[in-house]
């Protein structure tokens, strides 16, 4: 009756897996050092459950996209289009960087850049779409200043991230997730806001 929804939570489902499979990596990382670039058998695991977990985001990225809670203008979909792509980007630089054994891959910073653009977009058509109710309406903004934060201290300090930083990244992606599942739920029990 709503294969759409049942499309949705596999997406939010997917992407609260992810972030919670991205933090296990991180303490992982974190204990044994395993920061690009690297080598080694533990190194490559690592590298290669980050690409898993971060592959599983990206579907949850298209299943905000395909439920439309931008609206249906072209700022909302060029932003909705554009945001997971960048993410791609990273993904993409980040498995040419393990397969050649090199750090300084244009792909990476090239998405990062996309994905602070469009992604402060994405939230702001969100935000401003009503499609989504209460604290919801709000999350994929709440990532988008906090990734965009992350670059910008990045760029500042010429530091990397911290497993703070980079854990509380991941517990907002969880809440996008989340965030996709109840909004999916609501829909299929009736109990959703009218929209207009």
Known sequence: MFPNNNRARLASALGMFG???FFV???IEYRYDLFPPGSGLLYTLNQLQFF???ACILVMLWGIRAEKVGGNGRFPR???TLFPIGWGLVIL???LNLLTGSADNPLIPLGALTMVIFGLAA???VAAAHKWTGWRRYVLLL???YYALLVLRAVITAQGPTLLTESVWMAIWFLVGLALWQESHNKTDGSAAPRS
Do not use: D, T
């Open 93 to 95: 630089g980040g498995l």
């Open 25 to 27: 990596g991180l303490l």
């Open 143 to 145: 990532h988008g200043v």
């Open 123 to 125: 939230g702001v058509a």
């Open 78 to 80: 060029i932003s909705l």
């Open 52 to 54: 898993l977990a971060m």
């Open 19 to 21: 972030a919670f499979f």
